[in-house]
C-alpha cells in the first residue's frame, strides 16, 4: 500500500512558474516509477512526465524544455517545476505511483492538485 500526497497547486499568470510536490510513504520500497498527470476539465488525464526507479525521465512533447520531474529519495518526494505556463485555465494534477516495470497502468494515485493559469 503506497499513499501519495500532492501539493504545490494554485494560482499562477501565464508565463510564470509553479513547483509542485508529490509525498509518498507506506511500502514505497518496490516503486518502479512515479508519473505525473493532468486533467483538464471535460478531458481524459494526460502523461506529463515520469520517473523511475533509475533516474530515467520521460516527458510529453507538449512540455518538453518547460517541465522539470525530479525526486528526492531521501525526502520521498517527486516534484514538478514548470514554467513558462501558457494560459490554458484549470488543470488538475495528479501523482501516481508504478509498480511493475513491464505494464503501464499506475497502481497508486494521489487526491490532485488544482492548478489554474490565468491573468
Known amino acids: 500500500q503506497v499513499q501519495l500526497v500532492e501539493s504545490g497547486g494554485g494560482l499562477v499568470q501565464p508565463g510564470g512558474s509553479l513547483r509542485l510536490s508529490c509525498t509518498a510513504s507506506?511500502?514505497?520500497?518496490?516503486?518502479?516509477?512515479m508519473v505525473w498527470y493532468r486533467q483538464p476539465p471535460g478531458k481524459h488525464r494526460e502523461l506529463v512526465a515520469t520517473v523511475t526507479s533509475g533516474g530515467d525521465t520521460n516527458y510529453a512533447d507538449s512540455v518538453k524544455g518547460r517541465i522539470t520531474i525530479s525526486r528526492n529519495n531521501i525526502k520521498r518526494t517527486v516534484a514538478l517545476q514548470m514554467n513558462s505556463l501558457k494560459p490554458e485555465g484549470t488543470d488538475v494534477y495528479y501523482c501516481?505511483?508504478?509498480?511493475?516495470?513491464?505494464?503501464?497502468?499506475?497502481?497508486?494515485w494521489g487526491q490532485g492538485t488544482q492548478v489554474t493559469v490565468s491573468s
Open positions: 507506506g511500502s514505497i520500497f518496490n516503486i518502479y516509477g
Open positions: 501516481g505511483a508504478r509498480v511493475s516495470q513491464v505494464e503501464t497502468a499506475v497502481n497508486y
